[in-house]
């Protein structure tokens, strides 16, 4: 089945059922009204919202509230949104398994990552078993602007039900999903405003306003046909303006720019309590900077962000393969490789992607903004003769690309969505120090430690070689201050350990031996062989590390300042988000403050 045909029939029915009532009383623990307040109701409790109240909050927010209907609905003969239908139902599996992100990510109310969807209304999952909305919103209001947010943050308030905000749901943390929530569907956000002129104490130039719905792919077709490049992620189908640059914000241009985050000029936001408000270095600054790599989902509701733009010009790419049944000499390859990745990205303007499997190092991606070929044949020139030492073969290919959105699309595959999004990965992340590589010790652990994470051919690591060290003098512009972990100033590398296999659909035990291979053994052993290193949203949500100071180190206790002064009454969670302890989830699934 073709996605948009799938998607316009789950819509269209989703607008005609606002009222459903996925959960029978009965099915709910009463836990007297969801314990005197301190945990949201969800349905079934005696404080739930009424047909009457949704009916209102529908009424106030011109008709947009939508209620959430699972994709799957179609593969499933019981539960309160059976639909089945065999031959939907097998186009449905096919579009999971080959376009998954595309497939969910348009939809009103679903999950991208299966550990959240917890098999409540799978394709894959027998026809008998029961289509539920388990960590599904209930429903969700198609935000079309500031006053819609308003309304949303309201009813959540005073009805005591758990808010959540949903723009794309490429969500590892499910900061997104909730049982018994309302979300801001923030999807159809989609204005781009550029200018050439934009003016303001901390900066001069062209700028780029994008909506909150606003795709990466869709952002860089728009600035490239402006003439700009902006910094932003290789998955085109990623929500530029929500968790991705509100975390920081990877891109193959940051050597040449800085992070995402680095590049914001001004947030529009709605804050928990309702103001609509600008946060620039210069007014909200406060709010500006948490904005700015405290975490999405935590401080307020982002309409939209502006952010520098840069002319488009020229950009060398290329990639790279070594293969070989050689052990031995592909991990001293890779070791040297490591060793000299900070001579590849300082002073400079280079971004490369690679990865490194139990038989080959493959470098994606040559990102070498206004250069030309001959700048790979360079920064190689002390490479190459390490793998003839060692009697390993490579393939080089390179190209000369008029702008960057064209090399891009060499790289990851047509706009707006590429071929970069992830499926349905068991992945982790972790940036890599520079001190780290550069010591021949250091650098030599963390080769063992990397060998024995893919060495059976279950797991590969993907990195990128950066450079965003941002003091004085450095190859990037300067930018305002902000919460961006430390640790990324000190990286030459961000990594993703993750799996070669799909996710297991059908046995759900393969998935968590795997997750617990991950949790358990591979991210303790790069945590000990990279100290005082960070980590991204990238990461999955059964982690046991030191979330606090891993996600935004010396920075934590003033974000938790800023989230306490615009959140008071704790409307805004998510898993390892800023303030995310003084929350529990109850047995019946219920948000609980603590």
């Not at 289509?131 to 009805?159: M, W």
Request: net charge neutral.
């Amino acid at each position: 089945m073709q996605v948009r045909g799938m998607l316009s029939v789950v819509l269209a029915g989703a607008l005609n059922y606002i009222f459903v009532n996925s959960v029978s009383a009965s099915a709910v623990p009463s836990a007297n009204s969801a314990s005197r307040n301190c945990c949201r109701h969800i349905p079934g409790d005696a404080g739930w919202p009424s047909r009457r109240d949704w009916a209102r909050l529908n009424s106030t927010v011109g008709g947009r509230l939508v209620a959430t209907i699972p994709l799957a609905h179609v593969c499933h003969e019981t539960g309160p949104f059976a639909a089945y239908d065999a031959a939907a139902c097998d186009g449905l599996r096919q579009d999971f398994l080959q376009t998954g992100p595309a497939t969910i990510c348009p939809a009103p109310g679903e999950i991208l990552n299966p550990y959240w969807q917890n098999n409540t209304c799978s394709p894959f999952t027998a026809s008998v078993a029961s289509c539920e909305l388990g960590n599904r919103p209930v429903y969700s209001i198609n935000v079309t602007g500031h006053r819609d947010v308003q309304a949303g943050l309201s009813f959540a308030k005073k009805r005591n039900v758990r808010l959540v905000i949903r723009n794309t749901g490429i969500d590892y943390l499910g900061k997104s999903a909730g049982q018994g929530s309302l979300a801001l569907w923030t999807y159809h956000l989609k204005d781009i405003h550029i200018t050439k002129d934009y003016e303001s104490p901390s900066y001069t130039g062209p700028a780029v306003k994008l909506g909150a719905g606003v795709i990466a792919g869709e952002a860089y077709a728009a600035v490239q046909k402006a003439g700009y490049r902006i910094v932003a992620p290789e998955c085109g189908l990623v929500g530029f303006a929500g968790g991705y640059i509100q975390s920081g914000g990877q891109s193959q241009l940051v050597t040449a720019y800085g992070l995402a985050a680095d590049q914001a000029l001004e947030w529009e936001v709605v804050t928990p309590e309702g103001e609509l408000l600008i946060a620039t270095p210069e007014k909200n600054t406060d709010l500006y900077w948490a904005l700015a790599g405290g975490g999405g989902g935590t401080f307020g509701v982002v309409l939209s962000v502006t952010v520098k733009a840069f002319l488009e010009g020229p950009v060398a790419g290329g990639q790279m393969v070594v293969k070989t049944s050689n052990k031995t000499a592909l991990w001293e390859a890779v070791e040297t490789w490591y060793h000299k990745g900070p001579s590849f990205v300082n002073n400079s303007r280079n971004n490369i992607q690679f990865f490194v499997t139990n038989d080959s190092l493959t470098i994606l991606s040559f990102t070498m903004p206004d250069e030309n070929d001959a700048a790979i044949d360079t920064i190689l020139s002390t490479y190459i003769p390490e793998l003839k030492r060692l009697n390993l073969t490579y393939n080089l290919t390179k190209a000369n690309f008029p702008s960057y959105a064209e090399s891009f699309v060499d790289a990851y595959g047509p706009l707006p969505y590429g071929d970069l999004c992830p499926s349905f990965p068991i992945i982790s992340s972790r940036l890599i120090p520079r001190s780290t590589v550069l010591n021949k010790t250091s650098n030599k652990h963390l080769m063992d430690v990397y060998r024995n994470i893919v060495d059976d051919g279950t797991w590969w690591i993907g990195c990128s070689f950066l450079n965003v060290d941002d003091k004085p003098g450095s190859a990037r512009p300067p930018h305002p201050p902000n919460s961006i972990h430390p640790a990324w100033r000190e990286a030459v590398a961000y990594c993703n350990p993750q799996t070669h296999q799909p996710y297991d659909w059908v046995n759900e035990v393969t998935n968590t031996l795997l997750r617990q291979k991950l949790v358990n053994d591979i991210f303790p052993s790069l945590e000990a062989a990279t100290p005082g290193a960070g980590i991204l949203p990238e990461v999955d949500p059964t982690y046991k590390g030191n979330w606090k100071d891993t996600f935004y180190g010396p920075y934590y206790n003033q974000l938790l300042k800023i989230k306490h002064k615009y959140d008071p009454h704790k409307l805004m969670y998510g898993l390892f988000a800023v303030g995310s302890d003084e929350f529990r989830i109850d047995p019946a699934g219920r948000l609980c403050t603590v």
